[in-house]
């Protein structure tokens, strides 16, 4: 029964074929005819229409082979799906939605054998398939196919695109010459799908030029070396000023730039198309309306198959907002350049000024006991040797402090000064010598001391007398070796400083009640200088009220023609108690309340004239002895001439001749 059967659907089998068979030579002849009439419509059909021209083919296909399902699938890149890009299916047949994936793994079989072995699927009942193939037996169950064809596309290389044509009413055979015919087609398709890709890929591209060129305000062009035509987008056309349908030429170029730029221009371009090199220039172009822009071209040679340049291609903008920022930014760099260098130059000259006036430039007065003073800072300004300035308060010690300091070597190094009378006497150490974070409570960072800041300069410690007993010793220890530690450290600091001190009290008195320590007396008196009190050099009062006057006069803004002798003379006789400070504040108020032109002192002077003391002009007289003694020393006893000693103390020479006899002066 069983044997009775098989051959009854064999011999089925063969009258189909044999039907097939008939048929075919005329469908074949009429399938042929419609390819061909596809294929043409493929020809040449833009990118937006592609989808929809495989769309009618397909169903044209459809319905010629009386099938029930067309589709074209695409094996996506992660080789775990299948998508339908293009589907057709005949009256009352569920069709398959576009775009819809189909996971690979429901079709292993017909994936191996498709994609791998690139082989065709024809499948007339799914009774034929074999065993290994049960998922897809399945799958394909579950569609309700019952005869199926699958060609695979390739194009290049692998495949990945299949052509899939379904039965689901009824069983079919297909006929083997039909595949290459089909194949024919999926190949007309895809090629097309491809096409349409590279269109539209390249139309993208386009825009995104287009707008990138635009939006920077470029204008493209291209150069045909051989015949000298010239293409030119819009913009390039515009920024030139070209007519937008005049014919364009390398000549019509040349015409457009600056006579003085062009000939580096066609250098540069004749280099360029020789060297087969990047072109690049900056020139000027003028427009038909006069204006004169500046244009920045690049471009590059493009080769043809001999490997001489085509073409020349590029881009073109207009940099005349940058040139002219660029020439704005030069000239204001020059102007800064000058600036700068004024401010150089009065740098220098404040500098120097105030070199003047702190130095001896701007200390005032010729008696002979203030330029025996400054005789003696200059005799020990160029050694390192510890100096200790006496004198009242007010005399100008701070003053010669500075033109020491400002006639030694360390002169470009800073000069520190430290007034001892003005720190609390808990602050003065670590001001002094600096400080380790939280050496004391308060302490809340590292500070680096005086002498630090000072190190290869000098200090100034005005009124050294107000030292606590108990730092004296630190500072002798500075003086005799440079060292010391730093308050809450035991780490030593070692520095290379000139100390300069000043007192207004006695020392030798301090010292004799245990005040101040003797050896640092001693080490600090290495070099005393001494300055007279304003009361006894008179002499010097004229001058450094005209000096006081002139001063303040400018800085407020008037200007003394005289200066009565009765104020003259007022000033000489009073006592001075606050020297020379007190000289200038009294100056400074009088300037003030002076009318313009005549300076009036109108204030009275508190402590009234003194009976100099005699005790007070001996000492006078003793310093002035010393002083002259010295200069006529220094000067070999030589009075007249530049290098004598009446010039050297600023005196006519019979003045000094009378003032050593009246000293009683010797010549050894
Ligand atoms: N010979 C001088 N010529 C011009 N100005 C002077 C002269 N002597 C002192 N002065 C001025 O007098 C003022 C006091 O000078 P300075 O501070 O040097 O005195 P000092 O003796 O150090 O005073 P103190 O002991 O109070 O510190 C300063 O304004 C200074 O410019």
């Not at 029964?1 to 063969?14: F, G, I, Q, Y």
């Not at 290049?156 to 006929?175: C, F, M, T, Y």
């Not at 003047?356 to 390192?384: C, N, W």
């Not at 407020?556 to 009765?566: A, H, L, N, P």
Request: with cysteine.
């Amino acid at each position: 029964m069983r044997k009775l059967t098989e051959a009854s659907e064999r011999l089925n089998t063969e009258i189909k074929r044999r039907k097939e068979a008939q048929r075919s030579p005329r469908e074949r002849l009429l399938f042929e005819e419609l390819l061909s009439a596809i294929s043409a419509r493929f020809i040449s059909l833009p990118a937006n229409r592609v989808d929809e021209e495989i769309h009618n083919a397909m169903t044209e296909v459809l319905g010629f082979f009386k099938v029930d399902r067309f589709a074209l699938l695409q094996t996506l890149p992660d080789k775990k799906s299948w998508m339908i890009t293009h589907s057709v299916a005949g009256a009352g047949v569920p069709s398959v939605p576009i775009a819809s994936e189909l996971p690979i793994s429901i079709n292993p079989w017909a994936y191996e054998k498709l994609v791998l072995k690139k082989e065709v699927l024809s499948i007339e009942k799914m009774e034929d398939i074999p065993s290994e193939a049960n998922v897809d037996k399945e799958t394909w169950m579950k569609w309700g196919i019952r005869s199926n064809l699958n060609i695979p596309i390739m194009i290049g290389g692998p495949v990945d695109h299949i052509l899939a044509i379904n039965s689901v009413k009824q069983e079919r055979l297909w006929p083997e010459e039909l595949v290459p015919r089909l194949r024919l087609l999926g190949e007309i398709f895809v090629n097309a799908i491809e096409r349409s890709k590279a269109q539209k890929a390249l139309q993208e591209s386009e825009e995104r030029l287009s707008l990138a060129t635009s939006a920077a305000e470029a204008g493209l062009w291209m150069l045909d070396i051989d015949t000298g035509i010239l293409w030119a987008t819009p913009i390039l056309r515009e920024l030139f000023g070209f007519h937008p349908d005049e014919v364009l030429s390398y000549e019509r170029f040349q015409e457009a730039i600056h006579p003085d730029d062009l000939d580096g221009v066609k250098e540069r371009v004749h280099q360029s198309i020789e060297t087969k090199s990047f072109l690049i220039a900056e020139y000027r172009i003028r427009k038909p309306d006069g204006n004169l822009r500046w244009i920045v071209t690049r471009g590059r040679p493009e080769n043809g198959t001999l490997g001489h340049p085509l073409r020349l291609m590029g881009v073109s903008m207009d940099i005349t907002g940058l040139k002219e920022m660029e020439s704005q930014l030069r000239e204001q760099l020059v102007e800064i350049n000058k600036l700068k260098l004024q401010l150089e130059n009065e740098n220098v000259y404040l500098r120097e000024e105030r070199k003047m006036e702190q130095g001896f430039g701007k200390m005032i007065g010729s008696s002979s006991t203030l330029q025996y003073v400054l005789f003696r800072a200059h005799q020990v300004a160029p050694t390192d040797a510890t100096v200790l300035i006496l004198g009242e308060t007010g005399v100008g010690k701070g003053m010669v402090a500075n033109a020491i300091h400002e006639m030694s070597a360390r002169r470009d190094k800073p000069m520190v000064t430290v007034n001892c009378a003005a720190l609390p006497a808990n602050l003065i150490e670590s001001e002094l010598f600096g400080r380790e974070k939280g050496a004391f409570t308060g302490a809340h960072a590292r500070q680096i001391g005086r002498f630090e800041v000072a190190n290869g300069g000098t200090i100034f410690l005005d009124e050294i007398g107000e030292l606590p007993l108990e730092l004296q010793a630190k500072l002798l220890r500075v003086l005799q070796d440079g060292e010391f530690e730093r308050l809450g450290s035991p780490r030593t600091v070692k520095v290379d400083v000139r100390v300069i001190a000043s007192t207004s009290r006695d020392l030798k008195e301090e010292m004799c009640n245990r005040r101040f320590r003797e050896d640092l007396y001693y080490r600090l008196n290495t070099f005393p200088v001494t300055l007279p009190p304003l009361r006894m050099r008179i002499e010097d009062i004229p001058e450094l009220a005209r000096y006081f006057i002139d001063k303040y006069g400018r800085k407020m803004g008037k200007r003394f023609d005289t200066i009565s002798k009765e104020a003259i003379d007022r000033l000489s006789e009073y006592s001075w108690p606050g020297n020379v400070r007190e000289l200038e504040h009294i100056i400074e108020r009088a300037v003030i309340t002076s009318s313009e032109q005549d300076f009036q002192l109108t204030e009275p002077l508190e402590h009234g004239s003194v009976e100099r003391e005699e005790g007070v002009l001996k000492e006078f007289n003793a310093m002035a002895r010393e002083h002259i003694q010295q200069v006529l020393k220094e000067t070999r006893w030589k009075i007249e001439g530049k290098a004598g000693a009446a010039a050297f103390l600023g005196l006519h020479p019979s003045t000094l001749r009378f003032r050593i006899k009246k000293l009683g002066l010797k010549r050894p």
